[in-house]
């Protein structure tokens, strides 16, 4: 299994794309912050259980993040901030299952926290990512939101007469909400 300490790569400035192995357990602690012209994150690992505070911070040209192909996934504190630039996200899951399993630890762990972030998420059909158009929470009953999922999302979310729990801030300024229906 492979970790990458704190700090390792901070500071690269000339750092584009990180294409993490699959068989990656850890990113450390500011492990490339401040990394200004780094693009591209892509973070295949399916064994992937957390990413340390400040992890990207300051990298403010990065655009696209390919988020890990496992569940619970622990995002501490600070893992995106001032990361201004990220305009896609991309998950394995085109139900957002996936999603639901990550744990943020506050809005700025979460890449959606930016605001106009669009989430594309595999579909193999077509063997691509494709935009997804919403968020629907209705494919299982007892569904439970974590700390900050939705933050910020611009996204319409559909199905929350399904959600027995949402966490803090779990769907915090969320300008799409317009009814919401509790069982």
């Known amino acids: 299994n492979a970790y990458i300490d704190q700090y390792a790569f901070f500071g690269c400035k000339s750092l584009k794309e990180i294409n993490l192995p699959k068989s990656l357990v850890s990113i450390g602690d500011s492990a490339f912050k401040d990394c200004k012209s780094l693009e591209v994150v892509k973070m295949d690992s399916t064994v992937l259980e957390t990413v340390g505070k400040s992890a990207f911070e300051g990298c403010t040209s990065l655009k696209e993040i390919y988020m890990p192909n496992n569940t ?3 995002f501490y504190s600070g893992a995106f901030v001032n990361d201004k630039a990220i305009e896609t996200i991309y998950i394995a899951n085109s139900h957002l299952n996936q999603w639901l399993t990550y744990n943020f630890s506050d809005e700025t762990s979460n890449p959606l926290y930016v605001g106009d972030v669009t989430i594309k998420a595999y579909v193999s ?43 803090d801030y779990a769907f915090a300024k969320v300008d799409s909400l317009v009814n919401i229906y509790l069982d």
């Open 72 to 74: 619970s996934v622990d």
């Open 125 to 167: 059909q077509v063997n691509d990512y494709v935009e997804i158009d919403g968020i629907d929470l209705t494919t299982s009953y007892g569904t439970t939101v974590p700390d900050f999922a939705f933050y910020n999302t611009k996204y319409n979310i559909i199905g929350l007469d399904s959600v027995i729990y949402a966490g």
